[in-house]
């Protein structure tokens, strides 16, 4: 009995498509653990392949997806500021059959290159961009400088992209007011 049973005891649209990730994943020897709410499959205690769904497709989210080779051409960067990960998405159970051998040789590959160590790079907090009314509030309060600089740099990533996403001054700042008591508590924007 996996924790992650229920995911897909659960009646849904997905529930196939789940079911037959699901098989793909365990078929390749993986763990299937409960991480972030979705079934995760692991090797050795490291992350490979999340199933998730939603409205409109269901998808395996390869961690270090960035890494692949990708033959087929079929892994998605979610958005624009996803860095490692990549999908692969699915609006039915057939799309599932027809690469179930390609996607075995990606969860093959994700493994190889876990064994292997090698890591993803990332972007330096310094590459994200940083509004000015947000430099302009740092650079006035030292308190909340060196608040901003203790929290982890996915939790910086995360502010930077929320405050720079604001297209008017005003919102970024409005944006950046409602965050300073959760920086000064050494919270990230979602915590």
Same mark, same amino acid.
């Given at each position: 009995?996996?924790? *992650?049973?229920?995911? #897909? ?54 961690? /270090? ?14 958005? *624009?500021?996803?860095?490692? *990960? ?47 009314? #947000?430099? *302009? ?49 050494? /919270?990230?924007?979602?915590?």
């Amino acid at each position: 009995m996996s924790k *992650a049973d229920f995911y #897909f005891n659960k009646a849904g649209k997905w529930q196939e498509e789940i079911g037959k990730m699901r098989d793909i994943a365990l078929d390749c020897h993986l763990t299937e653990e409960l991480k972030w709410g979705c079934p995760c499959y692991t090797y050795e205690g490291n992350n490979i392949v999340l199933i998730h769904t939603f409205k409109d497709y269901c998808a395996f989210l390869f961690f /270090k997806g960035v890494l692949l080779k990708d033959p087929k051409g079929i892994l998605i960067q979610q958005t *624009a500021n996803v860095q490692a *990960a990549r999908q692969v998405r699915f609006t039915s159970a057939k799309e599932i059959d027809k690469q179930k051998t390609t996607l075995k040789a990606y969860i093959y590959e994700a493994v190889e290159l876990e064994e292997s160590g090698v890591k993803v790079e990332m972007k330096k907090i310094t590459e994200f961009p940083m509004p000015e009314e #947000f430099k *302009a509030r740092l650079d006035k309060d030292k308190k909340l400088k060196k608040a901003f600089e203790e929290l982890t740099p996915g939790r910086q990533r995360g502010y930077l992209l929320h405050f720079s996403s604001a297209k008017q001054s005003k919102t970024r700042e409005s944006r950046i007011e409602k965050s300073i008591p959760q920086i000064l508590d050494g /919270k990230g924007l979602d915590d």
